[in-house]
């Protein structure tokens, strides 16, 4: 058989270590050093201990530069989301603050809005008003095509002694709605937490509402439980978590995609069980265009229902300020599918436009409850119409 083929078709010997005869081992034998030789310069080499184990060999890793890889740039964090930035956090302020920090938010609105209305009404220039370029300004303010037309006309009949300013403001007034100055969400339903369910298009500002309301209400010695029912978007409960805990308050959430209805009612339940007296519910940004959504916020509201029959939820509408006619439609369209209690302005002191207050309570007869004048908890304060309108025309 050639040499070839028997390597492949015989085994391999496999290689035994020749066992070693116990009679030939000395047991007291020790290394003598002058077996191991000498250096060159007459140094005896001594051998490593026999007694000690071998530690295993671990050499130094090489230098990056030393071999002409630059060394790695150190990562940097990513960056915190804005929902997580740390918030200013302030004590609930006085009335008089409050005041003062309405009127600070109103700056820009003044310094356009009403800057423009002022000289086409002719104030502290002794010429008469130019209507039409009132009227445009209205419009230009977010007012509205159509209530600046009625708003002008009325203030021409009015023949107002005090001048066209004081018309036009008798007129704006006009449009706000009446309400209880003193409102706060209560309970109808005895034995029951109050509910408020909040509602919205995403990046109005929703989830941070719930929080300055959670920390308002709070502050104001009421146990408050938050329903994280917003479980379609990212991030959201970990964002109402956020604010639960600096709000100091429970916070009832399923995993993300569940049942946004089962949240709420699982809400209302640890609410009695607590003796809570409120829940704040979030709930999925939505279109209003989208009525598939719709019809599921609508549903929240049967389930509130069911659970607290006769509870009469307060459904709160947050509304980007900045939006103008926009957020109009869009509260138009939630009045319509679920029946708005309240509406909340959000970042009012961020836009030189403030005639969207007046458009929204004229439109839906709604009352705006809260206008947010900054990034700080306390800057979500109650809207006051008369205060307002002062702060509008200081």
Not at 18 to 23: I, L, S, T
Not at 57 to 79: D, N, Q
Not at 247 to 270: E, Q, T
Not at 330 to 347: D, M, N, P, Y
Request: no cysteine; hydrophobic share 45%.
């Amino acid at each position: 058989m050639p040499f070839w083929r028997r390597r492949h078709d015989e085994p391999p010997t496999p290689e035994v270590d020749e066992p070693v005869d116990p009679a030939l081992v000395d047991p007291d034998w020790e290394p003598d050093p002058a077996d191991f030789g000498v250096l060159d310069d007459g140094t005896p080499v001594e051998p490593l201990p026999t007694t000690d184990p071998l530690l295993p060999f671990e050499p130094e890793p090489p230098s990056m530069m030393t071999i002409g890889i630059p060394a790695p740039v150190p990562l940097e964090p990513p960056p915190t989301p804005a929902w997580a930035e740390p918030v200013r956090e302030t004590p609930p302020l006085s009335e008089a603050d409050e005041e003062a920090a309405l009127e600070h938010g109103l700056e820009r609105t003044r310094g356009n809005f009403m800057t423009r209305l002022r000289t086409f009404l002719g104030t502290g220039t002794g010429e008469g008003p130019s209507w039409d370029e009132v009227e445009e300004t209205l419009i230009a303010g977010d007012v509205g095509a159509a209530l600046a037309i009625d708003l002008v006309e009325r203030a021409r009949k009015r023949h107002e002694p005090a001048g066209p300013e004081a018309a036009i403001r008798a007129e704006l007034a006009a449009l706000l709605v009446q309400r209880d100055l003193d409102w706060s969400p209560r309970s109808a339903v005895a034995a029951g937490p109050a509910v408020v369910l909040v509602v919205g298009v995403n990046g109005t500002g929703k989830t941070t509402t719930i929080g300055k309301l959670a920390s308002r209400y709070t502050a104001e010695g009421r146990s408050v439980i938050l329903a994280a029912a917003d479980t379609f978007r990212a991030a959201a409960i970990d964002q109402l978590r956020i604010w639960a805990d600096r709000a100091k308050v429970p916070m009832i959430a399923h995993a993300p995609g569940a049942d946004p209805g089962a949240v709420v009612y699982d809400a209302l339940d640890a609410a009695v069980a607590r003796g809570a007296d409120l829940v704040i519910a979030d709930t999925a940004g939505r279109l209003h265009t989208r009525s598939n959504l719709m019809d599921e916020l609508a549903k929240v509201r049967r389930i509130i229902d069911k659970r607290l029959p006769g509870a009469e939820p307060e459904t709160l509408f947050v509304l980007d300020a900045t939006t103008g006619q926009n957020g109009l439609a869009q509260a138009k369209a939630f009045h319509e599918s679920v029946g708005l209690t309240g509406i909340v302005l959000t970042k009012l002191d961020s836009t030189a436009k403030g005639g969207i207050v007046f458009a929204i309570e004229d439109a839906l007869h709604v009352p705006v409850r809260f206008v947010g004048v900054g990034e700080a908890v306390g800057d979500l304060i109650p809207f006051d119409p008369d205060a307002f309108v002062a702060a509008l025309f200081a």
